[in-house]
């Protein structure tokens, strides 16, 4: 089993975690958030006057979440087209769902090369976001 791997290009863990650990040709990704790596600010989220969270663009979620799945991938030497399974969470899934299968569309056009999925309604993630990925890929031996 490989140490951990941790990817500068992503945001940091908000857990005493790696961000990825290869077994054998599988690599196993913790779960990525949209968080920016250089801000750790969280895409899309809208704040009140007090600073509480009143609204949130899964649109703009989705796509950090898959930039920061991509700069994971890639420090460990993984491509994009090596993604078997992923593990999607969502904290509003009557509400974000559609919006985040639209996103998913972008990345993987063709269903037939996407890798599995599994979505999840949730009620609350570590911190306010509203979108996790839990991802698997295969990588050559």
């Known amino acids: 089993m490989s140490g951990g791997i941790r990817a500068s290009a992503a ?3 908000v857990g005493a975690y790696p961000h990825a650990r290869r077994v054998g040709n599988l690599l196993f990704l913790s779960g990525i ?3 920016d790596p250089a801000t ?3 895409a ?14 899964i649109g703009a979620q989705a796509h950090a979440v898959f930039a920061n ?3 994971v991938l890639e420090a460990s030497g993984a491509r994009w087209e ?4 992923v ?3 969502l904290t509003d899934m009557a509400g974000d769902f559609a919006g985040y299968n639209a996103v998913w569309a972008q990345y993987f056009p063709d269903i037939d090369a996407a890798p599995c999925r599994t979505t999840l309604g949730i009620d609350a993630l570590p911190t306010p976001i509203a979108i ?6 295969a990588l050559p031996a």
Do not use: Q, S
């Open 44 to 57: 899309g989220n809208v704040h009140d006057a007090e600073g509480r969270l009143v609204a949130h663009d």
């Open 33 to 35: 958030g949209p968080r």
């Open 69 to 71: 799945v991509r700069a």
């Open 82 to 85: 090596d993604l078997v399974d």
């Open 11 to 13: 945001p940091r863990p």
């Open 40 to 42: 750790n600010a969280i």
């Open 87 to 89: 593990t999607v969470y």
């Open 132 to 137: 996790e990925l839990k991802c698997v890929a």
